[in-house]
């Protein structure tokens, strides 16, 4: 198993309500991503991050906001939620290198908007 | 475009015989091929890699897979299936140059006792 966490795992909130999800890595990783999961189960690249105050969207639009003020740090962030965000996240994170690096993942965020 | 298929929704196998899960790919330039698993309410498990070199890989828990580039496939393999690998797994692929993965929708492997 990987060194990144996720919080929280479940989030059940209503809509329009503010939420952040976090995800932190203790392997000193400088690359971070978000995925969205659809329901259908397949994954979306949302958000990326090279490194500390780098961010990248990814090849699916999305309405949330990250940052990336800390290396181990990245959460996500969605101002107001809709029902249209319920889905799970999934934080990843890789080494920088020379050559293609694995991409190591946290459990993930269910959430669900009401 | 840059793309990755896994053909089948679902692959039902009885425990102790052979599995495939299939994978093949669409890419410009030379690939990078993943395989990962999905147990339930957990994130994804890296299993094996292709980067470059022999064709037939070796990953974690028994499984290999294959490079083939005349069929544009990657097939994920596994001598004698267990009931635990029952799980959800997905291929993935990148290229030169770039850190993004490129996920396949996923096939679910069903191993009955």
Redesign the interface.
Known sequence: EADIYQTPRYLVIGTGKKITLECSQTMGHDKMYWYQQDPGMELHLIHYSYGVNSTEKGDLSSESTVSRIRTEHFPLTLESARPSHTSQYLCASSESGGSIETQYFGPGTRLLVL | AQSVAQPEDQVNVAEGNPLTVKCTYSVSGNP?L?W?VQYP??????LL?Y?TGDNLVKGSYGFEAEFNKSQTSFHLKKPSALVSDSA?Y?CAV?F?NT???I????TRLQVFP
């Open positions: 990078y993943f990962y309410n957990r994130g994804l498990q890296f890699k980067i959800l997905f990148s030169y850190d993004k993965l996920f396949g929708t996923g």
